[in-house]
């Protein structure tokens, strides 16, 4: 199997984080520029919503990958517990802003 290189093969750049949200704490609603969003939750439960689209909760273990450019929040309805998730954001064009709050 020959790999592609050079111009046949674009870079992408990928950006792992790891987040704690404190009890009820939440990303405001935003999107991400040409990058695409994976979200894995390690404790607790996060619930995520994308705009147009059903709320979803993931539980401890579960993971969901949101699109580029979709307008989306996350927060932490726990008053008591953290979350604690692993975010990886991929993207092939980085002279674009990871993140563009929209509205908090």
Same mark, same amino acid.
């Given at each position: 199997m020959k790999v592609?290189? &050079?111009? /046949?093969?674009? !870079?992408q750049e990928t950006i792992v984080s790891v987040v704690d949200f404190a009890p009820g704490a939440a990303a405001p609603w935003h999107k991400h520029p &040409? $990058?695409?969003?994976?979200? /894995?939750?390690?404790e607790g439960?996060? =619930?995520v919503e994308v705009e147009g689209a059903a709320v979803t909760r993931l539980n401890a273990g579960e *993971? &969901? %990958? %949101? $699109?580029?450019?979709?307008? /989306?929040? *996350?927060r932490n309805e726990s008053t008591s517990a953290s =979350?604690? *998730?692993? =975010?990886? /954001?991929?993207? !092939?064009?980085r002279d674009k802003?990871? %993140?563009? =709050?929209?509205r908090n």
């Open positions: 592609p290189t &050079g111009n /046949h093969f674009p !870079a &040409g $990058a695409q969003e994976l979200l /894995h939750v390690f439960s996060l =619930v *993971a &969901g %990958i %949101i $699109a580029a450019d979709l307008v /989306h929040l *996350a =979350v604690k *998730a692993l =975010v990886v /954001h991929s993207r !092939a064009d802003p990871l %993140i563009v =709050v929209v």
